[in-house]
C-alpha cells in the first residue's frame, strides 16, 4: 500500500501495519499543531504636516502615496510616524522635502528638486512610499510569533486481565457486594387488620349524628364573606417615567441610551381603554471601526404613540401601539485623513407592543418596538464632493428598513 505525505512517498506493507495496530493501549497518540502563522502587522499610522500649498492640498499628496503602499493609514493624532512635507519654488524648479520622525528614532530628512509639481509630488511620494513599506517589514520582523504546542496524549484506559487458572487450580471469585440494609417497613393500619377475638365484645353502634337547630336559631359561629370591591366607572389616569433602551439598525452596531415617557389613559372596564403617550429618548454608539478609521453615532428624537387598546387586567396588561419619531442623527469620523461631521433629520413610523405591570402606585414596563425610517442615509468615508457611481465606494452602513427597539424600566401611575 502506498501513502503520500508532504514530505515524500513511503510504503508499508499491510503485515508491518497489522503489527503496529496491536500495539498496548497504555501508549496514546501525539498530535502536533501546525506551524502558527502570526497576524500581520497594522498598517502604519501616518500624520502628515503640509507646507507645499505652491503644489496643492496635502490630501491630493497622500492619495499619491495610497497608490504606492497598501500599509499606510492616513490618522490626526496618535501617528507612529510624522511626515513634514516643505515645498518652495525656486525661480525655475521646485525643491520638495520630506521629513520622517517618530517616537524614539532619529529623523531622518529626503530632499529632490524638480521642474514642475506632478513631478516633485510623485517622487516624494514614491520616497515616503519606500519608507513607510521599511517601517513596516520591521514592524512585523519585531512581532512575536506563537508558538505551536502539542497536545498531550490522552490517557488509556487500564485494562484489568484476570490470570488464567492451570489445570489444578480453582479460581477464586469475587463475593458480590453485600445488598444494602433496608429498615422494615411496618404494614399500614389497612393492610392487616387484626382478627377478632371470639369472646371480644362487639363494637358499639356508630351515635346517630345530631340534629341541626332549628332554623329560628342562629349559628353561634358567623360565617365571614369576602367581599369584591366594586369597579369604578371611566376616570382618567396619569403615569411618567424612565427607561434604558437598545435601538439596532440607525448604526453599524446596536445604539444604548435612555428615555422619558410621559402616558394619559383613560381607564375603562373594557378592552377599549385607549391612551396617549409621548416620549424622549437619546442613544449614542461611540468609537465604531470602520474601514481602518472610527465613526461616532447619536440619535436625539421624540416619539409620540397611540394605544387604543388594552389587553388584560388593569393591574397586568398589554398595549399594541403605533408610534411616530422624530429627531435628527448626528455621524462624526474621526482617526481619519479629513474628520467630519453630518447631522440629519430623523423620522420614523411604526409600532410598538408595551407590557405593563402595576403594583400600586408603581410601574414596571417592558416595551418592544418596530420602526421604518423614511429617511436612510449612507455613510462612507472619502472625499464629500464625489458624484454617481464612485460615492458607492468604500461604503460602510446604511441606515436600515427597519429599525428595532426593546427599553426596560419604571415608573409612577396616578389613577
Known sequence: MQVRSGFGRWSAPLGRIRRAAC???GFGALWLAGPARAAPPD????????????CGPSRGFAERV???????RFVERKEGLRLRVD??????AFDATVTFSGAGRPAVKRSITSPDCDDALDALALVVAIGIDERWREAAAAKPRPVARARRPA????????????????AELPEPPEPPATEAVPPAAEDVAPAPAADAAPPPAPAEPAAPPPASVPSAVPVATERAPAEGGAHFSWAGGLEAQLLGGAAPEPMLGGRLWLRAGWERASVWAPALGVSFSHERLGDSPQLGSQ?????????????PLRLGSPNLHLRPCAAVG???????????FRAHAE??????LGGEAQAVALLHSLALRVVLGVSHPLVRDSYRFGPSDCVGVECEDGVFHRVASMVWSLGVGAGLCFR
Open 295 to 307: 465613526a461616532d453615532f447619536a440619535l436625539s428624537a421624540a416619539g409620540l404613540d397611540l394605544c
Open 23 to 25: 500495539v498496548p493501549l
Open 155 to 170: 490517557p488509556a484506559a487500564a485494562a484489568v486481565v484476570a490470570p488464567a487458572a492451570g489445570p489444578g487450580d480453582v
Open 326 to 336: 422624530l429627531g435628527q442623527l448626528r455621524v462624526s469620523g474621526h482617526d481619519t
Open 87 to 92: 515645498i518652495e519654488q525656486r525661480a525655475d
Open 43 to 54: 498598517p502604519v499610522l501616518t500624520r502628515i504636516e503640509w507646507h507645499g500649498g505652491v
Open 343 to 348: 447631522t440629519r433629520p430623523w423620522l420614523s
Open 66 to 72: 495610497a497608490r504606492r503602499t497598501d500599509r499606510v
